[in-house]
């Protein structure tokens, strides 16, 4: 009897010492959820002129904050936009499912279908997203790839866009705010 006792008592403890590194192990990946601002001294000037058919950000280009809400298995994002001719402010949200299934997000400028798969080690989050434009009567297809990660207490996101006008490579830096 006390040796029953023994081995539960012991199977007990080690279920209670493996139980927060499963936790851990789940809860390894990055976490992106903030409120988030651009970093103009970290963030490199986009390229002025050139064929990109890209829709990057930086200082340029008019990004402006960004809130993300992260969980288990979904990533929000709400950005905004200034036109800096305009002053004019453009507000969006974006979802994307962590499970590697496509996300599918309504635009003025055409529906686009995302899918986000995790880095082996759980620090990259990659977004591949394709959508389709009608524009002056063509239709044209952007690809989009966006890499997520976090460099100390920054939000790093290195988009590279696809076009048949070329491709283009962004890189904005964000500190949370």
Known sequence: MKRKLFQI??????????????ANAQAGKANFAGNWAVNTTKTPQPEQGGGGGGMGGGR???????????????????????????????KSQMKYT???KESV?????????SVATWSTDGKTLTVVTSRTMDMNGESMTIKTTAAWTMDG?????????SSPNGDRVTKVVYDKK
Not at 9 to 22: D, G, H, N, T, W
Not at 105 to 113: I, L, M
């Open 153 to 161: 207490a920054n939000l790093v996101l290195t988009t590279t866009s």
């Open 98 to 100: 962590l499970d590697g």
């Open 9 to 22: 008592l012991s199977f007990a403890v080690i279920v209670a010492f493996m139980m927060p590194a499963v």
């Open 105 to 113: 997000n309504a635009s003025p400028r055409g529906d686009s279908k």
């Open 60 to 90: 340029g280009m008019g990004m402006g904050p960004m809130t993300v809400t992260q969980d288990a298995n979904l990533l929000t994002v709400e950005t905004s936009r200034t036109n800096p001719q305009t002053n004019e402010v453009t």
